[in-house]
């Protein structure tokens, strides 16, 4: 599974911005996965903000982040999009997408065997 992030830049707070995650690979395609998002700031852990399940199209968003982010995918580009709304200067960190076998949309880093690199997301002032 190769998974490609893009989307990021610099920003203002309030703006809106949205992550793609490009999807390919004979395994993503073969068999069931979930594409999830996080984040990362220098230091810290990943931060889990959401989740969409492939084929079912099924989703679970972080409870910090209802109301202003929002998952989504595009099957026929084979791609997952992380819409952030709203952006505060918090949000700014490196972006990541990561993807495993089906297994409900879990949150956990350690679960996601495959990840793509991240991409910077800066909010200004």
């Known amino acids: 599974v190769q998974l490609q992030a893009s989307g990021g830049g610099l920003v203002q707070i309030g703006d809106t911005l949205r992550l793609s995650c490009e999807a390919s690979?004979?395994?993503?395609?073969?068999?069931?996965?979930?594409v999830a998002w996080f984040r990362q700031l220098p230091g810290r852990e990943r931060e889990f903000l959401g989740a969409?399940?492939?084929?079912?199209?099924?989703?679970a968003i972080a409870d910090s982040m209802k109301g202003r982010f929002t998952i989504s995918r595009d099957n026929s580009k084979n791609t997952v999009y992380l819409e952030m709304n709203a952006l505060k200067y918090e949000d700014t960190a490196v972006y990541f997408c990561?993807?495993?076998?089906?297994?409900?949309?879990?949150?956990?880093?350690?679960?996601?065997?495959?990840w793509g690199r991240g991409t910077q997301v800066t909010v200004s002032s």
């Open positions: 990561a993807a495993a076998l089906s297994s409900g949309l879990r949150s956990r880093a350690t679960w996601y065997d495959y």
């Open positions: 690979g004979r395994t993503f395609e073969s068999s069931n996965h979930d």
């Open positions: 969409v399940n492939w084929r079912g199209g099924n989703t």
